[in-house]
């Protein structure tokens, strides 16, 4: 019979993947290996001759099956890391960004002082989880239009051991009280370019959760429309925007009564981030 190694089951992977044009075929080969193996990244590298048992293989050879046909590994696997905290997911929450990091960081390193946050469209509750867990004496609700969505955000906040109050609500439908903080990152993507989305987006992951109408800014007129009746004085609102959205999202603001509106740029250069002062 033959013997795997490490190594050797690594250097296949990579060329199946490669072959199959799978974006970051070493990342996803060294992320299968390392889960399957119960080992972190690293070690792969430590004992490359380490032999791979048969279930070990199996498992992998499965997983490596649905990859190639561009389902997203996240899913196959069941989880992803957002902010170094692991996150359930499944076909009904979208997969979170490590891009959507960057409103994590901004609202740890600038909100300390925050003490209510209102989250709109929590999907899997990796946003307001990380700010739990960073965010001192803040009492945080979460929202989501789908009650089985809910759950899996409720099954995230147990297992990063945080405390935040889930509920069900169409935007503001459900919320009575006043927020410091409401932040959202909420579906922005136009439905012209939902279509030009790779296959391992589009075909997996939930289209409610990624598109938006009125060329993807229905979510961010809806919420301003009515965000002065839940922030605090001073309060203040954050979203996460698409690339193409800042003048629109503060026309929109500068509409509904908002005037300190300041937009922040990802690593990138594009517009990810504007911040609403009440």
């Known amino acids: 019979m033959e013997v795997w190694t490490i190594q050797k089951l690594l250097d296949w992977l990579i060329a199946q993947f490669e072959k ?13 290996i390392s889960h399957v193996l119960k080992v972190k990244r690293l070690d792969i590298y430590l004992q ?4 791979i048992s048969d279930v070990q293989l199996n498992t992998i050879l499965e997983i490596t099956s649905r990859r190639k046909k561009y389902e997203p590994l996240q899913y196959i696997l069941g989880e992803t890391e957002f902010y170094g905290y692991k996150i359930i997911v ?12 960057l409103l994590v960081e901004k609202i740890i390193n600038e909100e300390k002082k925050a003490s209510s946050m209102l989250e709109i469209g929590t999907g899997s509750g990796a946003i307001v ?26 099954q995230n906040a147990k297992l990063n051991n945080v405390e935040i109050n889930f509920f069900q609500s169409d935007i503001f439908e459900n919320v009575t009280d006043k927020y410091d903080l409401i932040i959202s990152n909420p579906p ?12 391992e987006i589009k075909d997996f992951e939930p289209k409610s959760a990624l598109q938006a109408m009125n060329n993807g800014l229905y979510f961010y007129n809806e919420i301003l429309k009515y965000a002065k009746e839940y922030l605090t004085e001073s309060g203040k609102i954050y979203f996460e925007i698409g690339y193409d959205q800042a003048e629109k999202i503060t026309e929109m603001a500068m509409k509904n009564g908002f005037s ?10 594009f517009d990810r981030i504007v911040r609403i002062i009440n």
């Not at 499944?90 to 990091?101: A, F, S, Y």
């Not at 960073?134 to 969505?149: F, G, Q, S, T």
Request: proline letters at 6%; aromatic letters at 4%.
């Open 260 to 269: 300190d509106i300041q937009g922040f740029k990802d690593l990138n250069g």
């Open 129 to 154: 989880i990380a700010l739990a867990k960073n965010l001192d004496n803040i009492k945080i609700d979460a929202i989501d239009i789908l009650k089985d969505v809910l759950k899996i955000a409720e």
């Open 188 to 199: 922005y993507i136009s439905q012209t370019d939902y279509e030009e989305l790779p296959v």
């Open 48 to 51: 490359p001759e380490k032999e």
């Open 90 to 101: 499944n076909k009904r929450v979208l997969i979170p960004r490590p891009e959507t990091e």
């Open 20 to 32: 199959n044009k799978i974006t970051n075929p070493k990342q996803n080969a060294e992320t299968i």
